[in-house]
């Protein structure tokens, strides 16, 4: 048997925030931890689990998916349970929603006592009525970081305790001055100003929903490993005060993994790369979660026009945007010799397994960073929000690829720096070389199976020491 499952099994409750760069990492997390024999409570809500992929069939025995009802909030579309389904401007509303949750995960955490008592409550940092139930049943909870080691170390130098309760505009400025220093440009550090300190509907700040689950935690489990952060794993032991635990990478698997075409002659894109010689194609995928306004998606099509480069390009359109107007007239007449546009789902890991792709330009969320440098692919990097700005810069500094040229007080973009970064990263043989070289040597860290199965054997014996 393996350390994780050498004594008797656990029984672990996840609870991901409400949106699939949670769902799936903590599905993931989740069925790691069943196909050790553990008992695994996933909890979110119906319409989000009705849209997980299936459970390995290793850990379906012992994963019990659990849907809260999800409350109805006066604005909030009907079905709209995640922050795909919610635009950005309305996304307060889906906070509030979110803490009409805790009075049936509170119901749940009284059902559990009477079946199997959980011996952890793993939470997301906005889950602070997850930390507050389990603190309630004697249950320890783990805040869950799906973050780079090196953020953590940020948000180290930040006094949640003094934040908790930030509401005057001094108490706010004073937020303000905590966050990240100057190696963050001005338009990264308004958005989190505001991010931080925005009541509006909820009621209450995203820095006072960590610092309350924060408050009630034992542990803090980090999604990532000395291997891949030697240089900042080493500096979070403890986050403010609570001992951090890491977990590894979760990377996909490069076989039957999510994001991989069932069938991959039937998949237009997969198909359209078997036409493509080998690493000629930049794969151009920016999340699903915060589509770029229109006038920056023109910036971005023209600037991989003006570059020359081939290109398959995941476009998500903007809510309420005619087909006919989310890209440049003429665009994809022009470009159809050498690029392909495609607007609905795609199988993201069978595209960056593909020989032809030789290069991803990404947001740059975690998720994506870990899949791209998972196939040694280098980078091109364009961050919208959260903390995708210190992840392209994390992966800048190790010089596997170039973030797009940015104005420093607004975040614009435009054609010039795109085809500047796209040619540097994919065509101009010195820089690309570099790049390539670097990925590669990450490669041999993310698709490591072994030191990422001993990780979460590790952390499964750390959650176990605090059980004694």
Known sequence: ????????????????????????????????????????????????????PPVRPDAAALLELVALPFPRVEGLAEGAESTKDVPFDKVELLWKAFDGLAAPFAEFMRAAEGRRRPDWVIADPFHHWAAAAALEHKV????????????????????????????????????????????????????????????????????????????GSTLAALRSCVEWEPESVPLV?????????????????????????????????????????????????????VPLRVDQVHELALGLELSEARFLWALRKPDGVLDAEILPPGFEERTRARGLVAMGWVPQISILAHGAVGAFLT???????????????????????????????????????????????????????????????????????????????????????????RCIDGFVNQLRSYMK
């Open 1 to 52: 048997m393996d350390a994780g499952s050498s004594s008797s099994p656990l029984h672990v409750v996840i609870c991901p925030w409400l949106a699939f760069g949670h769902l799936l990492p903590c599905l993931d997390l989740a069925e790691r931890l069943a196909s050790r024999g553990h008992r695994v409570s996933y909890v979110s809500t119906p319409r989000n689990i009705a849209r997980l």
């Open 140 to 215: 320890p909870c783990a805040m869950l970081l799906l973050s780079a080691a090196s953020n953590v170390a940020a948000w180290n130098s930040r006094p949640w305790s003094r934040s908790e309760h930030a509401s005057s505009a001094d108490e706010q400025a004073s937020t303000a001055q905590e966050l990240p220093p100057s190696s963050e440009p001005r338009y990264e550090t308004e958005k989190k100003v505001k991010m931080f300190t925005t009541h509006a509907e909820s009621g209450m700040t995203i820095v006072q929903r960590c610092s309350l689950t924060l408050q």
């Open 237 to 289: 032991p403890t986050l403010h005060g609570i001992p951090v635990a890491p977990f590894g990478l979760l990377p996909p698997s490069i076989h039957g993994g999510r994001g991989v075409s069932t069938n991959g002659e039937q998949d237009a894109t997969v198909r359209w790369l078997d036409t493509q010689p080998v690493s000629s194609v930049v794969y151009v995928a920016l999340g699903s979660e």
């Open 363 to 453: 947001h740059c969320g975690w998720n994506s960073t870990i899949e791209g440098i998972l196939f040694g692919l280098p980078l091109i990097m364009l961050p919208i929000y959260g903390d995708q700005g210190p992840n392209a810069r994390l992966m800048e500094g190790k010089k596997v690829g170039m973030q797009v040229p940015r104005d420093e007080n607004d975040g614009s973009f435009h054609r010039e720096g795109v085809s500047r970064a796209v040619r540097a990263v994919m065509l101009e043989e010195e820089t690309r070389s570099v790049f390539v070289a670097n990925a590669k040597r990450l490669q041999e860290i993310v698709g490591d199976h072994e030191l990422h199965e």
